[in-house]
């Protein structure tokens, strides 16, 4: 059974970077996708970024691309998100997720939750 042990979030000011890391245990299937997900306080759980763990391909919400950069290391099982430029507005509990990733972009395509990491970014 796939486990997923997020760290790396923090309070920084507006402008600055932070990267997550998402550990990854048990059998993935190469197949799988392994994504970032974002819930602020009132809010629903936005997609941020996935990377097919087999091929590398990533994709990314319209909100983070060319801020944020997602990537996989498969010696270390572990897939990165680097937030640079940070707002505001990215403040949130981001949560890492395994699954089939049918539709990257949809909660629902991923069986396997991380417990998520606080990132909060003051202006």
């Known amino acids: 059974q796939v486990q997923l042990v997020e760290s790396g979030g923090g309070l920084v000011q507006a402008g600055d970077s932070l990267r997550l890391s998402c550990v990854v245990s048990?059998?993935?299937?190469?197949?799988?996708?392994v994504a970032w997900f974002r819930q602020a306080p009132g809010k629903e759980r936005e997609f941020v970024a996935a990377?097919?763990?087999?091929?590398?391909?990533?994709t990314y919400a319209d909100s983070v691309k060319g801020r944020f950069a997602i990537s996989r290391d498969s010696a270390k099982n572990t897939v990165y998100l680097q937030m640079n430029s940070l707002k505001p507005e990215d403040t949130a509990v981001y949560y890492c997720?395994?699954?089939?990733?049918?539709?990257?972009?949809?909660?629902?395509?991923?069986?396997?939750w991380g417990q998520g990491t606080q990132v909060t970014v003051s202006s």
């Open positions: 048990g059998r993935i299937f190469t197949t799988y996708a």
């Open positions: 990377i097919r763990w087999s091929s590398g391909i990533s």
């Open positions: 997720a395994a699954g089939p990733g049918g539709s990257v972009y949809s909660p629902l395509a991923y069986y396997t």
